[in-house]
DNA sequence: CCAGACGTTGTT
DNA sequence: GTCTGG
DNA sequence: CCAGACGTTGTT
DNA sequence: GTCTGG
């Protein structure tokens, strides 16, 4: 899963958290995030041990060794990410952190597919744990991209979907961030399904079924799969 | 050795 | 670049 | 993830 | 059906 999401709020607090400066870029809420469009991510430079770069970057990873961007890459299995050679040389140096304040998954009956909204309980906003990569582009400038890493599902998406993007615990945040850490034995436990008891869900418009659609409509609650089961 | 892939999801 | 398959 | 397209030639 | 674009 994971192929879409929203982020409204997480920016600041970790620029506040981790001494980033204002970017370069407009911070603008988003409601309806889909892969292939540039996001929002800090990320740990190997380069500047010292700094995090926030950064927007394009959501679908493009490996370095890529000959073109044909084939990006939006999800990555926890369960085999120190394994894989696409991303076990990502792991130890470029993990970032993908600010987001809720997910869409969409619930299966028969062949009516209702968009569910997760979040937090709390409603506090949260990151993803994500790798990046930079990629040249013929012309050779740098074409900065990210991937989602994704687990097994907690209880909360489990009548959902079979699985669900990695939400890092805010007390993990800042190791996933830290480039001194590069053992995947320390990272991997990072790398579970979030709490269930701090989750929830509920349906939401089909208005975001549109990646075209990016307006606060696409957090609503919404009942409408009734009325759509209702007869005279 | 060289050639070719390097990923996930969903759906049937 | 690095791993896998032949 | 869903929505929407699914093509070629020649010319600049 | 399958690929591309958002």
């Known amino acids: 899963m994971c192929g879409r999401y929203t982020q409204t709020a997480k920016l600041q607090d970790l620029m506040d958290?981790?001494?980033?400066?204002?970017?370069?870029?407009?911070?603008?809420?988003r409601y309806n995030l889909a892969p292939s469009q540039d996001a929002p991510v800090v990320g740990v430079n190997p380069k500047t041990p010292d700094t995090r770069t926030l950064r927007l970057m394009h959501w679908g990873?493009?490996?370095?060794?890529?000959?073109?961007?044909?084939k990006p890459i939006i999800n990555a299995r926890?369960?085999?990410?120190?394994?894989?050679?696409?991303f076990r040389n990502l792991l130890p140096r470029r993990r970032c952190l993908v600010p987001a304040d809720g997910f869409y998954e969409w619930r299966k009956e028969g062949r009516v597919r209702t968009?569910?909204?997760?979040?937090?309980?709390?409603?506090?906003?949260?990151?993803?744990?994500?790798l990046w990569d930079r990629w040249l582009r013929p012309d050779g400038t740098p074409f900065y991209s990210f991937t989602i890493?994704?687990?097994?599902p907690n209880s909360v998406i489990e009548p959902v979907h079979n699985r669900m993007p990695v939400l890092l615990l805010p007390e993990d945040e800042a190791k996933w961030l830290d480039p001194a850490v590069t053992d995947p034995a320390a990272l991997s436990p990072l790398l579970k399904p979030y709490p269930a008891d701090l989750m929830r869900g509920y349906?939401?418009?089909?208005?975001?079924?549109?990646?075209?659609?990016?307006?606060?409509?696409?957090?609503?609650?919404?009942?409408?799969?009734l009325t759509l089961l209702r007869r005279p």
């Open 17 to 29: 958290r981790f001494g980033i400066e204002d970017p370069d870029f407009e911070l603008a809420p």
């Open 61 to 70: 990873l493009v490996p370095y060794h890529a000959k073109d961007a044909a």
């Open 78 to 86: 926890a369960e085999t990410l120190g394994q894989r050679p696409a």
């Open 115 to 130: 968009p569910m909204r997760f979040t937090l309980r709390n409603g506090e906003p949260f990151a993803f744990a994500g």
């Open 149 to 152: 890493v994704t687990t097994s």
């Open 203 to 225: 349906c939401v418009s089909r208005a975001v079924n549109s990646p075209a659609n990016d307006s606060p409509e696409c957090l609503a609650p919404d009942e409408a799969p």
